[in-house]
């Protein structure tokens, strides 16, 4: 099992998307003012500077309580997470999607690996210490065993 603790109130992942106008190759139907003149655009969809920003201090903390030697998970994991935050309050959901895809390549290959978010994770507002509280361990169906 390794726990980790994330600094700041986590952002949500899928809150945060923001539309991002850039020059098309080719005409498309959109036209947009980009420099100093209108020009055939795409809008693309990409991830807000919060959740990037967060995204960033998250991954330096886990490189920093990373056990020396650490071989990233294999096999199906469970998950619990606390998440304390600060401000408005995050949806569960949208927790869970952030911190498995703040995961990913640290501690486990790929957030399908994620079998079971446990039953005991939640969101806890806390204005003097926002953090995110995550532990991961190897999966163990306890069905399959007796």
């Given at each position: ?102 995961l ?29 509280e ?12 007796g």
């Amino acid at each position: 099992m390794i726990h980790l603790t994330l600094p700041g109130s986590i952002r949500s992942k899928k809150n945060s998307h923001r539309p991002v106008t850039i020059p098309a190759k080719g005409k498309t139907q959109v036209m947009a003012w980009i420099g100093n003149k209108w020009r055939y655009a795409q809008v693309i969809i990409v991830t807000g500077k919060a959740y990037k920003t967060w995204e960033l201090e998250a991954w330096q903390a886990i490189m920093q309580q990373r056990p020396p030697g650490f071989k990233l998970f294999t096999e199906q994991v469970t998950v619990k997470v606390l998440a304390y935050y600060k401000g408005h309050r995050p949806d569960l959901s949208g927790v869970f999607e952030s911190v498995g895809d703040c995961l990913e390549k640290l501690i486990y290959a790929d957030d399908r690996q994620i079998e079971q978010w446990d039953g005991e994770s939640r969101v806890i507002h806390d204005l003097k210490n926002p953090r995110t509280e995550v532990w991961v361990d190897e999966f163990k169906d306890l069905l399959e065993a007796g």
